[in-house]
Structure formats: structure tokens, C-alpha cells
């Protein structure tokens, strides 16, 4: 019997007990859409890492000094610890490093990237921002727009001015209809004054970048954002990407003779490109996608025994039907044939439905939440290949015993 | 030799000869050949010795049954003749094929191609149409679609259910499944039709109504094999043999028999 005349008997078959073949590949459709979902979710993360994160939280040619790196795989109790107890990065840090720089390289300082802090107005109740302490480029380097109002000047870092600038969910929350510069805001008991808006910036990971509220870091945010004075890192920007690599070789001299390192020791401090931190985002996804596409792959598992035992039971209540086959002249392989194809062929197309309902999920995933997801076209081909070596796997056993079969014994049976 | 015109009867004595040189493949004239062909079953542990030895030959054209009381083994040698089941002992010819030495996918060959069935209970295929269930054979005989729909066809109008091919089997009267069942054992041209007890689950009217049909293949020269316990239904075919305890009682032209039976 050719292979096309299998899969018509076998949609045929699936299509006279439509709920029972329902049942049967719900295992495989449930495995495949998550597969798909999680798949896609991973993806997406990825590409938006490379697309969106480097650019907005890192800034383009740039790295950052830092005392330990943000990304890192240094996961065990000994690195962590060592890094704890490494040297924080102090504003006396700052003029040797930025003295050394190349011409034209720009830098900043900054408090942590997203420290939540208490903030409030005559206008509106208490809510949190996320409060900064910068100094130097540091606009510049982020690429922050002002619409309205103006960025601090650099008197107003250097004496710690209290002035602030402030995003528009805050600028709309905290000042609701009005003009917010001249105005005061308060963070944890300091009083502000709104010097500018920053431009709508969107999302990352969710996480709104229009809630800033950025101060120069020797005024009083300084304290409020690192009650010790600790600079979270200094930022250093390149004119190009050869630029950046001869600053990190400069900013590393100077630290390390600062630190008074000798040749042998290792660096007690890290400097932290985009791309380093995307190759450590990388590693993380990349195990997430190992652990996420793992627990479908179980159900996928499940999905073919269902499928195995389905056909157990397709085989002993069609004996008589194999019977018949056989004494028209079926072969052995004419009939193990036809049951391989009807597991494969009710696999794959639980495959198919799995793959749509996992598209449709991972739409679902990218409209109600901020995760953004992407349909690899790879994870179709491989879930519609999966579906398929699942059914052949889970048929084999079944049809192997549905071919051997004695036609005498079979045709008695009823 | 006096003897119907559409319904040729090989003579004792040529059968004799036949049956008689052991090992030699028989004339392709002779459809069916069987040589001390013997059949046992191991029952926990006892023996039963189904076939013990039996000799048949059948040539062309002929419309023989195969009688027996239960127990005698007709059904043993039905499974045999209809390469279902394979000897433990002796030769069995199937137009001029060594049976006894074939393996399963030889013998799944011989069915498809030399033999249509005709059983008691049908067979059908409860979900396939007729016209399906006729097409069967030539799906494992390989034939293309196309033409396979125009044979099943063709066969189905010579049982006169040329109205009948979208039907499935339980849209259809038992008259009508036999006849289904008769045109998918047609549909390949087979050597032999061997029909198992065929009219077992007819009611009388019906029952004639098949035999009729069976006469009218016979007379066309289509070589007949019926398996009945029926010695009315028998007695429809030219020759009957009677197997007892596995081995061949008796073999005859039907007035004989008929007359022994008082039909």
C-alpha cells in the first residue's frame, strides 16, 4: 500500500471517531504549545536583549567600571563572597579614572540603575520613582531627550545643587495638568526643584523608564539613592568601538595602581561592556530555553504513551478488521504500515494544533504582558518533526504487534 | 465422461494420478494439489491431529464442496487451502505454486492474487462503502486508484450492486453484504473462490438467491470452493468431498451424493 493511501486510511480513521483522536493527541498539542510558547518567549527575550537592552540600559560604545559585574557567571558561594567583600568604587575614584581618559571618550557617574524610592508633592500622594545620582555626560551618554526644561549644568553637579530631573509618568503623576518646572518634588524628606522632563523612553522588561527621578550625585540623592557614598559605576563612552578599548585599558591601569595590584593578582574590580553582559544574558537564556523546552518535552513524552496505549487498544478493537486485511492479502508490512502511519499522522497533526495554539499563546504572551516573545520558525519545523518521531516511536510497538497478528486468530475474533 | 458442458469433472482416476506423484509440480491444468497434507495443534498439552493426511486435486473450473461434520477438519483445511494457515506435513499446490514452502509475505501474495474469500459473517469493513470494501484487494495488490474504483465498479454490477457502491455494509440487506463480499473476492481475478460456509447466516430465499449467483460464476468457469455442513447447499456444487477425522471419506459427482441424500 503506498505511503499517501496510508495517511488518507489514517485521516479517515482519526476523522470516524473525531473525540476519541481529540483525546489521544491532547498530550502532544499541550506539549507542543508550550514548547512553542516557551520557545518563543526565550527568543524573544533574546532578540530584545541584543535589539533594545544593550542601547537602553548600557549605552552604545560604552562600559562601566564597576566593583563587581552586574551579568556574570560566578554563581558559586567562594566568587560571590569575594566579590562582597571587594572595594567599592568612591567619588575619589572619579578624577584619576576620568583624567586618564582619551580625548573625546565622555563619562558618568551613577547611583544604582533602578533604586525605588519614596517620592511626593503637594499634587498627588506618595509614589515610587526611580531615583538616580549621576554626574558628568550622563544625559548625553543615555541619550536622553529633554522636552521640556533643561538638564543640570555642571556647577549644579559639582555643588550638589538640588535640582532634578524627572520622567513623564512621574512629571504626569506628580503633577497632574500642570507645569512641573519650578516646581518641588520631594524624595525621602529632600525637597527637589523640577529642572526638566525627559522624553517618553518606554519599557524594559516592563519595567517603565519614564519613573526616573535623577539628581546630581553630590546632592542630596547622592545619600538617599547609596547612604555610604558608594558610586554604583562609572559609565565611560568611546568615540568608537576602538576608542572604548583603549579607554578600558587606561580606566584598568589606573585602578589597578590605584588598588596597588601586582601583575599576578587579578583585577578587584570589573569593567563591564554591553556585550559582555549580553554574552552573560545569553548564557542564562540559553539555560532557561534548555529548562523550558525540557518540562514540554516531558509532556511530549506523556503525549506518545497516550498515543501508544491508544493504539494498543486501536489494535486489540480492529483485530477483526486486521483479520480481514490479511486474508485480502495485506503484508505484514502493509499493516504495520498502517498503524505507524495513523500514530504518526495523529501525532503530528496534534503537533500542528500545538504548534497554532502556541503561536496564538505567544501572541497572547506579547499583547497582555511585557514579555516580548518571537516565533522561531525553527521551533515549528522541529515541534512538527517531534510530533512526528513521537508518533512513529509510540506506534512502533503497537503496530509491530498488530502486523504479527495470526489472520486465522484475528478473523475469529469479533 | 457425461457431464455438464459449463462444469468440467475431473475423473477419479486422473485425480489418482495427480495426487499420487508426490513432489512433482502438477499441470498447470490443476488449480488445487494437495499431498498427504496433515495439520496438528498442540491443546495444553494434547495433540489434535486436525488434517491427517489429506488428498485432494482440483482442476479448473470446477465447483466442488468440501463437507464434513465438525470436528472433521474442514475448517483446518479451508484455512489451508485459503493460505491462511501452513502444513506441518505433505504438499499443497496452488496453481502450480509450492505453497507448503512459502513464507508470510508469499502467502499474504497468493491470497491477494489467487484466492477470494467468502465467509459466513462477511468480513466487511463496517465503516468502508461497498465500493471500498471491493477495492481492498487491489489497494494491496497495488493497483493505481483510478483504476482500481473502475474494477471494484465493474465487479460490484456483476453481483448486480452496480446501485449500491456508496452504501456501507449496515445500509445493506445480508444478501446484499454476501454479494459484496462475492464481488471483493472477484474484483482480482482470482484461481480459486473459496467460500466458508456462505450462506450460514442467510435465511433460505436469500440463501438460493447466493447459490444462484455461485452457479452462475461456476458456469462462467470461475473454479469454485465452498465449505458447507449443508448437504442441500452441497449438493448446488458438481463434486462433493467428505472429510471424517481428518482425512477424505469420500469423493464424489454430485447425482452420487445427491441421491445418498435423498435430495
Known sequence: ????????????????????????????????????????????MGKYMKEDFAGKMLGVNTFTLRSRAQFSDDHDDQSIRAAARRKPLVLSDVPPVVEALPAGSRWAVQTGDFTSRYASSPFARERQVMAMGVEGDYFAIKRYELSAGRAFLPFEAQLGSSVIVIGTEVAKHFFPNLDPIGRELRVGDVSFEVIGVIEPQGNLFGMSLDRMAIAPFRSPMGRIVSPRGYINGIVVQGASPVAVDEAMEVVREVMRSRRRLRPAQPDNFALETSASALAEITKVLNIVKVAGTALPAIGLIVGGMVIMNIMLVAVAERTHEIGIRKSLGAR???????????????????????????IIGAQIIAWKTPLPTTVAPWSIVAATLLGTVVGIVAGVYPASRASRLDPIEALRQE | MTQTEEAPISTTAERQVIVSSSGVAPDKDWVIVTRGLKREYD??????????????????????????PSGSGKSTLMNMIGCLDTPDGGEYWLNGLPVSSMNDDELARVRNKEIGFVFQTFNL?????????????????GVPSDERKRRARESLERVQLGDRVDHRPNELSGGQRQRVAIARALVNNP?????????????????TEIMRVF????????????????????????????????VVESDERKEHFAAKHGL
Open chain 2, 191 to 207: 484461481s480459486i473462490l473459496l467460500a466458508d460456509e456462505p450462506t450460514g447466516n442467510l435465511d433460505s430465499s436469500t440463501s
Open chain 2, 125 to 141: 469493513l463496517p465503516r468502508a462503502t461497498a465500493l471500498h470494501n471491493v477495492e481492498l484487494p487491489l489497494v494491496y495488490a
Open chain 1, 1 to 44: 500500500m503506498p505511503l499517501f493511501e496510508a495517511v488518507r486510511l489514517a485521516l479517515m480513521q482519526i476523522r470516524v471517531q473525531k473525540l476519541k483522536s481529540f483525546f489521544t493527541l491532547l498530550g502532544v498539542t499541550i506539549g507542543v504549545m508550550f514548547l512553542i510558547a516557551v520557545v518563543s518567549i526565550v527568543e524573544g
Open chain 2, 43 to 68: 491443546m495444553g498439552g494434547e495433540v489434535i491431529r486436525a488434517l491427517r493426511g489429506v488428498d485432494i486435486a482440483i482442476r479448473r473450473n470446477e465447483y466442488v464442496a468440501i463437507m464434513g
Open chain 2, 215 to 246: 452457479e452462475d460464476l461456476a458456469s462462467a468457469g470461475q473454479t469454485v470452493i465452498m465449505v458447507t455442513h449443508e448437504p442441500d447447499i452441497a449438493a448446488h456444487a458438481r463434486r462433493v468431498v467428505i472429510l471424517r477425522d481428518g
Open chain 1, 332 to 358: 505484514r508490512k502493509d499493516i504495520l504500515r498502517q498503524f505507524l502511519v495513523e500514530s504518526a499522522t495523529l501525532s503530528t497533526l496534534g503537533a500542528i494544533i500545538g504548534i497554532a495554539l502556541g
